[in-house]
């Protein structure tokens, strides 16, 4: 039911910066994490990280912590993803998901947004 939709995807200079968005629509109720993930060519789909709905407690893998941001804001059913001093191995499809309780996986993928940054 629940519909997400990624935007700001694009191509950056390394050191550079990007926002990437996602959007949900429909039955936004019953969220206990929004969560970004990415996928490079040939790789398989990694995390990046996660934010609980209500809490705001964050998480993020090693190699974005310090230059990556997740944020949310409720009211407009959004989530975001600040990107600062971009690298080229930061090349990748970026996607995001949500998660119903603790222990339930991450579903309603959205379609994923592009992002390269060129050395």
């Known amino acids: 039911q629940v519909q997400l939709v990624e935007s700001g995807g694009g191509l950056v200079q390394a050191g550079g910066s990007l926002r990437v968005s996602c959007v949900a629509s429909g039955g936004t109720f019953n969220i206990y994490s929004m969560g970004w993930f990415r996928q490079a060519p040939g790789k398989e789909r990694e995390f990046v990280a996660t934010i609980t709905w209500s809490g705001g407690n964050t998480n993020y893998a090693d190699s974005v912590k310090g230059r990556f941001t997740i944020s949310r804001d409720n009211a407009k059913n959004t989530l975001y993803l600040q990107m600062n001093s971009l690298k080229p191995e930061d090349t990748a499809v970026y996607y995001c998901?949500?998660?119903?309780?603790?222990?339930?996986?991450?579903?309603?993928w959205g379609q994923g947004t592009q992002v390269t940054v060129s050395s």
């Open positions: 998901a949500l998660q119903r309780s603790l222990f339930r996986q991450f579903e309603s």
